[in-house]
């Protein structure tokens, strides 16, 4: 199925472009900030879900 | 084999019913590969109303469930057979099969467990024994004596039906394929909405610890992720394209939701208020946005409706035992419904010592998506795996505000499985059972996230470390029965010996049914009876989930004994422990009440395994005129 474009949802959470190349520096600079972030969050999660089952936490 | 082998007639004639009644509403969906999924999943839910409608007039038998097989097979079979052709020519197991391994292996091994008779959890309380009270009777049969009668939902009905069919094998197989239909939903709505794998998501939620204990104990809770899943798809499908048939979709699959758990209701509502914003936001005069809003309002209460309307018949209240203040309700009060919530409320602070929290309470609602992933084990009575939702969700969810591709669909996805939860969990019971579709929901949401935060390679390593992880625990949930239900599946136990091994309530029932005189009734003295292993007519007395014997107006034995003879009890069991109890007040005096009982007005027949048998003596003479002058 191809993706379609929204009947009823024309509004600022549709689509962003996903070039990186259109993506100012200083953007790329919040999302790379941004990405670091949420893999530190993710990293967290599971060492602490781990830790739990190995008595460790 | 047998059960097999009517698992799936019972699956062509659903899937065939569940076709042709969504052709007759114009809500087939427009995916021609995805109609056998939503089909079959639409079928069971009906199966579930039809199981109701036959119970209401007494027959719930093989022959008019058969007719009515031939019926929706006659009806449905040709879009039937179109749906299959189209679903394989789709299917694509280049990049899939491994999850689609790792998925039968764990389906192999749930099997294995659902050919052993139920042990353990609301199964043998009451998702598996009203169904089977119904099966035996050909019928509905009043149960005023436990309100547990009264929360039968779409999914019970599907069970009575394979119990009136076979027995309990298969309708525990019934409630796996509501699982294996969940996943499924899930990977589609992964991966045909969200642009992820769907492969991905259906296998991570297969494999969830939490996903085991649903799969081997049945229960509603399947359901309402698998019409939640599909609801989400069709919800987003008609965003995009404004379609009447994927509005009509949402409504019948959400309504069957609301249909299978009274806290399924929420599902519905979601929908309604993501389908009354879109239709604000949209250029549609208000007039014309109003008669799709009642077009989904009315078909979705249509399709959650059959067992809110028997409820509402046999009791005056469709929630009963809940919403008392506002519907009241026949053997039930407001004291009832007091203690209940302070039970409840008791419960909850047992187990949120396993933190070393207390129940939630206004922002401390905040920790329960972490405590539900790091402490499941503090919300009931089980190990921390058999409630265990995994890492996977709480990790990357918060990586959806990077998706860029199908950038809404992600977010309100998550959005709804957020709002899903939030909602049971502050208005309901924050408990890793009850939040399970808004989870499912969460988890879609996460992968296309995690696969933007990681990047290919990674992504597919955390996968399969979380697979591994969900596989590790789940087998940890092996012990202590999976050998033995091996053992009885390949015909080395007999199924009794397997239940006195390890169901000390077997042990006791096995020797209580021998007791009791096929004529005779036994009253059932314990706060949450489990009373599957029952096979002598009874009644259940609890002053926790009944008010028909009503603890607040009987003080003494002898009114308690002339209540039970009114009732034709011949005999009563009674759970030792209960005659300690002092948890509260009432809990003590109905002790009291219940010692004075058993020691005044019965006999003792047998103890053993923590419950003990008794015979209730005869009226006296002059007892029996002064009731009589009473009545």
């Known amino acids: 199925m191809q993706p379609r474009r929204s009947a009823f949802f024309p509004s600022?959470?549709?689509?962003?472009?996903?070039?990186?190349?259109?993506?100012g520096a200083e953007r790329l600079g919040v999302t790379t900030g941004a990405r670091l972030l949420l893999a530190a969050w993710a990293a967290a999660v599971y060492l602490a879900y781990w830790l739990g089952y190995l008595g460790l936490r | 084999m047998i059960d097999a082998l009517l698992l799936v007639l019972v699956l062509l004639a659903a899937a065939a019913g569940g076709l042709a009644v969504l052709r007759l509403m114009g809500a087939l969906p427009e995916a021609e590969d995805e109609r056998g999924l939503v089909g079959l999943a639409v079928g069971l839910g009906l199966a579930g109303a039809l199981g109701l409608a036959l119970a209401a007039v007494s027959a719930l038998r093989p022959a008019p469930l058969g007719v009515?097989?031939?019926?929706?097979?006659?009806?449905?079979?040709?879009?039937?057979?179109?749906?299959?052709?189209?679903?394989?020519?789709?299917?694509?197991?280049?990049?899939?099969w491994p999850f689609l391994l790792v998925c039968a292996v764990v389906l192999a091994v749930e099997a294995t467990a659902m050919l052993a008779p139920p042990i353990g959890g609301d199964q043998t309380k009451y998702h598996l024994v009203y169904p089977r009270l119904y099966a035996e009777r050909g019928g509905l049969?009043?149960?005023?004596?436990?309100?547990?009668?009264?929360?039968?939902?779409?999914?019970?009905?599907?069970?009575?039906?394979?119990?009136?069919?076979?027995?309990?094998?298969?309708?525990?197989?019934?409630?796996?394929?509501?699982?294996?239909?969940?996943?499924?939903?899930?990977?589609?709505?992964?991966?045909?909405?969200?642009?992820?794998?769907?492969?991905?998501?259906?296998a991570l939620f297969f494999t969830l610890p939490i996903t085991f204990s649903l799969m081997?104990?049945?229960?509603?809770?399947?359901?309402?992720?698998?019409?939640?899943?599909?609801?989400?798809?069709?919800?987003?499908?008609?965003?995009?394209?404004?379609?009447?048939?994927?509005?009509?979709?949402?409504?019948?699959?959400?309504?069957?939701?609301?249909?299978?758990?009274?806290?399924?209701?929420?599902?519905?509502?979601l929908a309604g208020l993501v389908v009354v914003v879109v239709l604000l936001r949209s250029e549609l005069p208000v007039r014309r946005a109003l008669g799709p809003v009642l077009a989904f309002g009315l078909l979705a209460f249509a399709c959650a409706s059959p067992c809110y309307?028997?409820?509402?018949?046999?009791?005056?209240?469709?929630?009963?035992p809940f919403g008392y203040s506002v519907f009241g309700g026949r053997h039930w009060s407001r004291a009832a419904s007091e203690y209940l919530a302070d039970y409840y409320e008791q419960y909850q602070t047992t187990y949120a010592a396993r933190r070393d929290g207390a129940p939630y309470a206004g922002v401390e609602l905040a920790r329960f998506p972490w405590d539900l992933t790091m402490h499941p084990?503090?919300?009931?009575?089980?190990?921390?795996?058999?409630?265990?939702?995994?890492?996977?969700?709480?990790?990357f969810l918060p990586a959806v505000l990077?998706?860029?591709?199908?950038?809404?669909?992600?977010?309100l996805t998550a959005a709804l499985g957020v709002a899903y939860a939030s909602v049971i969990a502050t208005a309901a019971w924050a408990h890793p059972r009850y939040v399970v579709p808004g989870v499912a929901l969460a988890l879609a949401a996460a992968v296309p996230a995690a696969r933007t935060l990681l990047g290919a390679r990674v992504f597919a390593a955390v996968v399969a470390l979380t697979v591994a992880g969900n596989l590790a625990l789940t087998s940890r949930l092996l012990r202590p029965l999976w050998s033995d239900q091996v053992r009885v599946a390949t015909g080395r136990l007999a199924p009794n010996t397997f239940l006195r091994r390890h169901s000390p309530r077997f042990a006791f029932w096995e020797r209580a049914n021998a007791a009791i005189p096929p004529d005779g009734r036994v009253l059932v003295l314990e706060k949450v009876p489990h009373p599957y292993y029952i096979e002598r007519p009874y009644v259940l007395a609890s002053y926790l989930e009944q008010g028909l014997v009503d603890y607040r107006a009987l003080r003494e034995p002898a009114a308690l004994a002339t209540a039970a003879r009114a009732l034709g009890v011949t005999h009563v069991a009674l759970d030792v422990s209960a005659l300690d109890a002092s948890g509260d007040?009432?809990?003590?005096?109905?002790?009291?009440?219940?010692?004075?009982?058993?020691?005044?007005e019965t006999d003792l027949v047998l103890r053993a395994d923590g419950f003990a048998l008794y015979a209730l003596r005869p009226a006296s003479a002059f007892a029996a005129r002064k009731a009589a002058a009473r009545g």
């Open chain 2, 141 to 202: 049969v009043a149960t005023p004596w436990s309100f547990w009668g009264q929360m039968q939902f779409l999914p019970n009905f599907l069970f009575a039906i394979g119990f009136a069919l076979r027995g309990d094998v298969l309708a525990r197989f019934l409630n796996a394929m509501l699982g294996v239909l969940a996943a499924l939903a899930l990977s589609r709505l992964v991966g045909r909405r969200l642009g992820g794998p769907g492969a991905v998501a259906g």
């Open chain 2, 309 to 320: 309307v028997r409820n509402a018949v046999d009791t005056g209240n469709p929630l009963y």
């Open chain 2, 402 to 411: 990077l998706v860029r591709r199908r950038r809404r669909a992600v977010l």
């Open chain 2, 68 to 96: 009515a097989a031939a019926l929706a097979l006659a009806l449905g079979g040709r879009d039937l057979v179109f749906a299959v052709r189209a679903a394989i020519r789709a299917t694509n197991l280049r990049s899939a």
């Open chain 1, 12 to 23: 600022s959470i549709d689509e962003a472009p996903a070039s990186p190349g259109t993506v």
């Open chain 2, 585 to 600: 007040p009432f809990e003590t005096d109905v002790a009291r009440l219940w010692r004075g009982f058993v020691g005044s």
């Open chain 2, 377 to 395: 084990e503090s919300f009931e009575n089980a190990a921390r795996q058999s409630l265990d939702v995994g890492p996977f969700a709480l990790a």
């Open chain 2, 216 to 269: 081997t104990r049945a229960g509603a809770d399947l359901a309402v992720v698998l019409y939640g899943a599909l609801a989400a798809s069709a919800l987003l499908d008609w965003m995009d394209t404004g379609r009447a048939s994927d509005l009509r979709l949402v409504a019948v699959t959400a309504g069957l939701a609301g249909g299978s758990k009274v806290m399924g209701l929420l599902v519905p509502a």
